[in-house]
């Protein structure tokens, strides 16, 4: 199924049902297909071809979802970047894509105006807010209204012969080092994980998800990709600046399902009066991008009795990985569950053999038809992450990821490979370390790492965010840590922040503590 199929055949099935809830106001499918009809057709007069890139730089709003189907009907790649992006990043990604449209408005193309004589592959940019008086710097390109022209001849029956196995997304994650690269996917791809999602989580056309996540991120957008597969509605919201607000407009909407991050759970949970806020309608919260605290998990339940709370784990790669069972969350809170429908997710050890006993740490492999094709442009980046099964048609995604298996067969995240610290000869997870200062009720950010040592080959530094008004010292967490691990895995180094930087993602930002 082609994912651009996702809005057709919802339009069909319900075309007066409310799709999408944005800034106030509220589209029906029918609404949708009417928008996308109409910038189809503008975009094919630009005589964008089959597999064209185009870059949507946009906060989350009416027209990034109209953008993003509009490119699909007319056989085109979209890729969309975050909206805090700065210049030099953007300028990067649209050489690198070789897009030949930008799609963004008069703040984001002035943020940007600096590198447009540096973009050799573009050739028009639509602007939401188009202005005639505005200017680019590389002059061979054109501005052009986003909205509607009318009398435009109808050119989406032209034959495209777009197959499932085409690509239909390019999705650029940051890298620990240099640019991003840009994961390559396909409607099949794209499909598949829409699916098994669909059908672990129970969606139904009733459904009501409430978004906060920019579209840029992965797990944003396929909110968005996944109601309109199974005809449910979306409440696009920009951001989770405003907590109170968005409570009270999950509220408001009878919504049924809530996407977070660590970062999201972690404001919740700090506003005293959250539990005046009653949200019936909610069935389920979902959290990836980074595990959840133990504690934090028990703080969710307690503080969402009656909701279906999903701890689950994934990788832009292949989109999703595996989920926990909400059942199942108070006896296995640290564990990301299994291999969610229609993929398989096994360990390897250092020579690449299968792990098969239990609770021996290795890396996370994932086959199923969710793998990305590779790494746009970096072939020999690919090489190092997909490689041949047993039955030479297996692809098989190395994650690059530790995790453990216990005897039920449930994943348990360890750390990156990278991320490993070797310490006086001995290697030590991060993670490990990370649980244990945890479970200190006064600790609410926690990232451990090595840092150059010259006797012990790298030392472990902790740093760590603590709860307002608190008085744990630094010689106090590292009296816990000797209660509870071995020496060698003792932070020689603690330093306390008031708060951890963070990923676009909402992941806490390991590189930037390591550089600065």
């Known amino acids: ?63 990034s979802v109209v953008a993003i189907f509009s490119i699909l009907e007319a056989g085109g790649v979209f890729v969309v970047v975050n909206p805090q992006m700065k210049s030099k990043k953007m300028s990067y990604i649209i050489n690198d894509s070789g897009a030949k449209i930008l799609i963004t408005d008069k703040v984001h193309l002035n943020q940007i105006d600096d590198v447009m004589g540096e973009c050799k592959f573009l050739q028009d940019v639509f602007l939401v807010d188009y202005e005639d008086s505005l200017n680019v710097k590389n002059k061979t390109i054109n501005l052009n209204p986003f909205n509607s022209v009318k009398d435009i001849i109808d050119k989406r029956n032209q034959v495209l012969n777009i197959v499932d196995e085409d690509l239909a997304s390019i999705i650029y994650t940051s890298g620990s080092t240099g640019f991003p690269k840009g994961v390559t996917l396909t409607h099949l791809n794209m499909s598949s994980a829409a699916d098994s999602i669909i059908n672990y989580l129970e969606n139904n056309s009733d459904d009501i998800i409430f978004n906060v996540l920019p579209l840029s991120f992965d797990y944003g957008l396929y909110q ?94 292949c989109k999703r990985v595996s989920y926990l069972p909400p059942e199942k969350l108070k006896e296995k809170p640290d564990s990301v ?19 098969t006993k239990p609770n021996v740490i290795g890396e996370l492999v994932v086959r199923g038809p969710n793998i990305m094709v590779g790494y746009w442009n970096k072939p020999e980046e690919t090489a190092k992450v997909i490689k041949t099964g047993d039955d030479s048609k297996d692809r098989l995604l190395y994650s690059g990821d530790l995790f453990s298996m216990d005897s039920d067969g449930d994943l348990y995240f360890q750390g990156r490979k ?40 790298q030392a472990i530094k902790a740093v760590v965010a603590l709860r307002k008004d608190s008085t744990l010292t630094d010689k106090e967490i590292i009296g816990h840590c000797l209660k509870h691990l071995e020496n060698f895995m003792v932070p020689k180094f603690v330093e306390i922040r008031g708060e951890l930087p963070k990923t676009t993602t909402g992941k806490i930002s390991k590189k930037e503590l390591i550089d600065n």
């Not at 799709?19 to 009809?37: F, H, M, P, Q, T």
């Not at 999950?250 to 009066?273: Q, S, Y």
């Not at 569950?337 to 792990?355: H, W």
Request: net charge negative.
């Open 337 to 355: 569950g299994q291999s969610m429908p229609n993929t398989e997710a096994f360990l390897v050890d250092d020579r690449g053999k299968r792990i």
């Open 418 to 457: 990278d991320d490993m610290i070797k310490t006086a000869g001995e290697k030590v997870s991060p993670k490990e370390i990370e649980n244990v200062l945890y479970e200190l009720d006064d600790i609410q950010e926690a990232a451990v790492f090595g840092v150059q040592d010259d006797i012990l080959g």
């Open 1 to 63: 199924m082609l994912v651009n199929q996702f809005l057709t055949q919802s339009i069909e099935k319900y075309p007066d049902k409310e799709a999408l809830i944005c800034s106030g106001w509220r589209y029906s499918y029918k609404d949708i297909g009417e928008k996308v009809k109409d910038f189809t057709n503008i975009l094919l007069t630009k005589e964008l071809e089959k597999s064209d890139r185009v870059v949507i730089y946009l906060e989350n709003s009416l027209e």
């Open 224 to 317: 968005v990709l996944m109601a309109f597969k199974f005809g449910g509605t979306i409440v696009l919201e920009k951001s989770f600046i405003f907590p109170h607000h968005v409570l009270q407009r999950i509220k408001e909407e009878n919504a049924t399902g809530f996407p977070i991050v660590p970062a999201i759970a972690n404001i919740l949970l700090r506003l005293k009066d959250l539990s005046k806020y009653e949200l019936p309608s909610l069935r389920y919260i979902t959290n990836t991008a980074q595990k959840l605290p133990k504690k934090t998990i028990f703080s969710l339940i307690d503080a969402f009795p009656n909701v279906k709370i999903y701890s689950m784990y994934g990788l832009t790669e």
